[in-house]
């Protein structure tokens, strides 16, 4: 795999140094956060994948299911005889195989582009995804938007991007407006994208989702006080927080939390400050926004795109949509 590293180094903060201002701006607010992106060390990535294997997260193996059944159809709606896939954000790769396998049993040739901010995201990738004469794979290491710009400079094909996993339910409805426009914008006229939508659903099914009854999901976010201690010098006490995954009717997303279970005072050694947490006042971790087939098409009517298909499971539970950019 071929890889291009984007980020600038040179004015590029540290990681730690970035992990550490964005805890310290999250537990400074009055409704104190922490960023999902820090989920993700390499216990918590351990985690994840538990948690994605579980029998009460039907969301992995639901839209899989989807890919492997529309994978020759997705093929058959792009006409060219060549297409870029860029994915943003590409995790493991077994999904992202699927579309591809689609498209090469299709006679087409195809140049995958994975975008991440990540390096080691493309290692991994490198374990799933190999190169042959009809697959060339260019990883780049950058942010999304940025990655896309590349490969614009690079490319005349016509492009598929994907966007799986229902990551964009991690943004609010204003977020994702302004990320959507954004992919349009960086896109030519007929270029498709292919974006996983977790679908509203009977709320028990739901909060199974993200309260597993192994408890994964629990470990899963306490590992993330775990991280602050060890790269940070806190002194969480993760015992000492319970963790709360509910449906919020309201704005359709499910939320969760860690609530303190007493009073208590964190202090953290690469910030020289201390935080306090009342008993049970909420620290917020995550949005997981949840749609219906209505949300989905006004999304993309509103943020340029024409709806090309619906991909879903016989439960209804997840669709995988299949966008088309519209440019005048």
Same mark, same amino acid.
């Given at each position: ?67 492997? &059944? ?21 995790? /493991? ?30 290692? &991994?990738?490198? &374990? ?31 492009? @598929? ?19 959507? &426009? ?15 939508? /977790? ?25 993330? @006080? ?32 860690? @609530? ?34 209505? /949300? ?33």
């Amino acid at each position: 795999m071929e890889i291009s590293n984007l980020v600038n180094y040179e004015n590029h903060i540290n990681d730690k140094e970035q992990f550490a201002l964005d805890v310290l701006n999250g537990l400074s607010r009055d409704e104190k956060m922490l960023s999902t992106k820090y989920f993700y060390d390499d216990k918590g990535s351990e985690l994840f994948q538990k948690i994605t294997k579980h029998e009460d997260y039907y969301l992995t193996r639901t839209e899989y299911e989807i890919l492997k &059944q529309a994978n020759k159809e997705i093929a058959n709606i792009i006409s060219e005889d060549e297409v870029d896939i860029v994915e943003l954000g590409a995790g /493991d790769g077994h999904k992202s195989k699927l579309i591809i396998e689609g498209l090469l049993e299709s006679g087409k040739t195809v140049n995958y582009y994975p975008i991440d901010i990540s390096a080691e995201a493309m290692k &991994q990738l490198e &374990q799933v995804i190999t190169p042959n004469e009809n697959l060339q794979v260019h990883g780049v290491v950058a942010e999304y938007f940025e990655g896309l710009r590349y490969i614009n400079e690079r490319s005349r094909n016509r492009k @598929l991007v994907l966007f799986l996993g229902s990551n964009i339910g991690n943004f609010n409805r204003h977020q994702s407006h302004y990320f959507l &426009q954004h992919m349009w914008n960086g896109l030519e006229a007929n270029d498709m994208a292919l974006i996983g939508f /977790d679908l509203k659903k009977d709320v028990e099914k739901l909060t199974a989702a993200y309260n597993d009854s192994s408890g994964y999901t629990k470990e899963f976010n306490l590992n993330l @006080l775990e991280r602050i201690n060890k790269e940070l010098g806190g002194n969480f006490v993760p015992e000492n927080f319970q963790h709360v995954g509910i449906f919020n009717p309201k704005i359709g997303a499910m939320e969760s939390y860690l @609530l303190p279970k007493k009073d208590q005072s964190v202090y953290i050694k690469s910030l020289k400050k201390a935080f306090h947490f009342e008993a049970f006042e909420p620290l917020h971790l995550e949005y997981s926004f949840k749609y219906t087939k209505g /949300d989905i098409e006004t999304m993309c009517f509103d943020s340029g795109f024409q709806v090309a298909k619906h991909f879903t499971d016989k439960n209804e539970y997840f669709i995988d949509s299949l966008w088309r950019v519209v440019k005048a």
